[in-house]
């Protein structure tokens, strides 16, 4: 029998790479973790977002921190990096998706999806420690009710199902969630920095449940280590080579080899190295369908902004995702916030524009309202106390568009992710109900606040790029390689020794916070994965084709 170095590594540490971890190494396997990333204790967190060092992912500029951001030729991605992955950095908002999730033509044929995940959600949502509703009300919950009142659909209004412990603000209590075998808690304050990192050690991250629970149980996490090659072994198995993250002019590489190796990167990471193997000849046979069907969760980041701040409304106060409403039957919009000083994000801010037209017609729009009303301009786009003057529409859909994704060679042999518009409708430039909603918000915060409020657009969205903070897809779960990389079981077709745990799997857009999906998916996968040198209960893949 060939020896590895491990019985599984597992590339990333997010929502599906955490669950992994724990998942396998309660099964017995040896489990080593490479994370990009760097660890955070609770007070390593940027105090603002202007920190810039312990906020933005920029290796190559000296900056470690946990907010990363891509751009592709068709959306401007939003996402997380560190020992935790995006759980870090996202705004702890835990929804189920509807139905037409499930029943998705890409993957409706191969279950009954809502009925078999219905347990994995129930799983995922205690290792969450999900609260069904958020707790608390304040002038931001108040304006998001009157604006769906506003719009005609006051009754899809909701509290946020939240990954928050809320206990006593600031008192710090043993374990509550794990019988103690978890970290100390600390009861949320209402600071409002959930997305810039959490000092205060009330949110929930995957730092706080399934990583140190893994690691009790005896697997190890990496940081600071990119893994730029997976190369399937002759024999079997795989050879993973990692280089430390943001090394330029000493990249000292190290190869480790595994019996199996779970893709966990997140789908930006997962796609890229992907790509690049199927590229090379590392991983032959790779599925062509590799890069087809990604999404964005059909997004928008749109919002309201007051010219100043309106003291008594208290914007910024609260956790980062407390509510929500449908403008229509597939477009769910959220308030997000950002607490007191983390002002940074209000430079992708700028005016609305109108959707769909030419790029000359948008700047003209632009520059026109500029021209009419300079003062107001330049007050509403100051990044002054940006936080306390405004409410984000985080807005998403469940329709039925993609990207494809693909591997474009550049001058010097880099080679690098590219976009073009994929199957059913194209991928969105802006989103009709988005404005819609922000316009809704900000008369509701105007006559609360008495002071003057403009609904605000992106400066991404004027080029015709939208905003997304759920990278989706394009290594999706099928039925055939015909139609996606994995089958049913998360397993790559062609390399059943590999396996996709994270977003890059997910088929269709929810329309909905997809953390809570990836990881429900997740726990599903790795339930049918055997104890460690026990017989393997899934179908062989060629079973599944015949």
Known sequence: MTAFDHDVVIVGSGFGGSVAALRLASKGYGVHVYEAGRRFADDDFAKSSWNLRRYLWAPALGCYGVQRIHKLPHVMI?????????????ANTLYEPGPAFFTDPQWSALADWQGELAPHYATAKRMLGVVPEYPHEGPVERIMAGAADDLGVGETFRRAPVGVFFGTPGETVPDPFFGGDGPDRTGCTLCGNCMVGCRVGAKNTLAKNYLPLAERLGATIEPLRTVTEVRALPGGGYAVTTERSGARLRRVRRTVTAEQVVFAAGTWGT?????????????????????????????????????????????????????????????????????????????LASGLVPGGRPLPVRLGALVGGALRHPITTLRLSSLRR??????????????????????????????????????????????????????????????????????????PEVFGIPLTAHFLGGAVVSGSPERGVVDPYHRVWGHPGLHVVDGAAVPANPGVNPSLTITAMAERALSHWPRRSEADARPPQEELLA
């Open 386 to 459: 940006w936080s306390e003057r405004g409410i984000i529409a985080l807005v998403m859909q469940t329709a039925d568009n993609s990207l494809t994704l693909s591997l474009k060679h550049r001058f010097g042999g880099r080679r690098v992710l590219t976009s073009a518009q994929g199957e059913g409708e194209p991928n969105p430039s802006h989103l009709p109900g988005a404005h819609l909603a922000a316009a809704a918000i900000a008369a509701r915060m105007q006559s609360a606040g008495g002071v003057r409020a403009e609904a605000r657009g992106s400066w």
């Open 78 to 90: 939003l996402a997380g990096a560190g020992v935790g992955g995006g759980s870090l950095n996202y």
């Open 271 to 347: 796609q890229q190295l992907l790509h690049r193997m199927k590229d090379s000849g590392a991983l032959p046979g790779l599925s062509d369908a590799l890069g087809r069907l990604t999404r964005t969760n059909s997004e928008a980041l749109d919002g309201a902004v007051a010219v100043s701040v309106p003291e008594e409304l208290g914007l910024a106060r609260g956790v980062a995702i407390t509510t929500s409403f449908h403008v229509d039957e597939r477009t769910h919009v959220e308030n997000v916030r950002y607490g007191p000083g983390s002002n940074l994000m209000g430079a």
